[in-house]
């Protein structure tokens, strides 16, 4: 059983930012990737951003220069630093982890991200 917890949703400003966390029980060498995903109302769970074992990243394009992804071994923990937030970056975070070998995937709870005045 793999357990992720996610955190640090809220509502935020426009312009604002804030910190997403994802906790998980796997250790990270048992781990092949880690991403954040969001899904809005009515719409698709899109990719935000992942990170590699080997420690690339990839982000979609509407993320790329203001949110970074980053990872604390020791902490088994993935962080999602959003900047500039935008009320389209509204939606509902969820953590996702990719496992080594098999590529089975789980996912968090989601976090709700609010952007608004």
């Known amino acids: 059983q793999v357990q992720l917890v996610e955190s640090g949703g809220g509502l935020v400003q426009p312009g604002g930012s804030l910190r997403l966390s994802c906790a998980t029980s796997?250790?990270?060498?048992?781990?092949?990737?880690m991403g954040w995903y969001r899904q809005a109302p009515g719409k698709q769970r899109v990719l935000v951003a992942e990170i590699f074992s080997g420690g690339s990243t990839n982000y979609a394009d509407s993320a790329k220069g203001r949110f970074t992804i980053s990872r604390d071994n020791a902490k088994n923990t993935v962080y999602l630093q959003m900047n500039s937030l935008k009320p389209q970056d509204t939606a509902v975070y969820y953590c996702k982890l990719t496992a080594r070998g098999n590529f089975i995937a789980y996912w968090g709870q989601g976090t709700q991200v609010t952007v608004s005045s």
């Open positions: 796997r250790s990270m060498n048992t781990i092949y990737a």
